[in-house]
Nanobody, 126 residues
Framework: QVHLVESGGGSVKAGGFLRLSCEASGYMYSDYWVAWFRQAPGKEREGLAARCSDGRTRYADAVKDRFTIPKDAAKIPVYLEMSNLKPEDSGMYYC????????????????????WGQGTQVTVSS
């Protein structure tokens, strides 16, 4: 059973930077997608970025110029580096994992993922 734990959230001012971490414990899949999602109060959970165990990444258009999953980092933990943060980036950030390396065009859909962390809160003030 895979267990995911997010960390690194906090409160920052607009324009600031945060690096979130998604650590896995238990039996982690050898081939997988790990993705980051965000959920603001009253809104749907939205996919932001995903990383495959083979190194491929995918980003939502809304964040692709500001959010990065470092490619040169170890596979696990999976980091999400967020720069030039905006108040609308505030919310609970979750990481999620699914075994397998297929489904590239589905990797930002929450329905794809079978394991979720508990989330880490990000608050960006203006």
């Amino acid at each position: 059973q895979v267990h995911l734990v997010e960390s690194g959230g906090g409160s920052v001012k607009a324009g600031g930077f945060l690096r979130l971490s998604c650590e896995a414990s238990g039996y982690m899949y050898s081939d997988y997608w790990v993705a980051w999602f965000r959920q603001a109060p009253g809104k749907e959970r939205e996919g932001l970025a995903a990383r495959c165990s083979d190194g491929r990444t995918r980003y939502a258009d809304a964040v692709k110029d500001r959010f990065t999953i470092p490619k040169d980092a170890a596979k696990i933990p999976v980091y999400l580096e967020m720069s030039n943060l905006k108040p609308e980036d505030s919310g609970m950030y979750y990481c999620a994992a699914v075994p397998g390396t297929g489904g590239f065009w589905s990797t930002l859909r929450k329905e794809l993922y079978s394991v979720w962390g508990q989330g880490t809160q990000v608050t960006v003030s203006s």
